[in-house]
């Protein structure tokens, strides 16, 4: 069975934490392990901070 990813949309970019790659117009950057939690982190904190405030 394949597992599912989580992707984050924003802009023309696109985020794949469990792959620690980001995606931009066709061109793919591999991004180390602990940026990648760290982006992680912030894409979620915005995310969340979203949906309490609409």
């Known amino acids: 069975m394949d597992k599912e ?7 023309g ?3 794949t934490p469990d792959e ?6 066709g ?3 591999t991004l180390d ?3 990648s939690k760290l982006l992680h ?3 979620r904190t915005l995310t ?5 405030t609409s």
């Open 5 to 11: 990813y989580v992707t984050y949309r924003f802009d």
């Open 13 to 15: 970019w696109v985020f």
């Open 20 to 25: 620690d790659k980001l995606n931009y117009q």
């Open 27 to 29: 061109e793919t950057f």
């Open 33 to 35: 392990n602990r940026l």
């Open 41 to 43: 982190f912030f894409v």
């Open 48 to 52: 969340l901070s979203s949906l309490v």
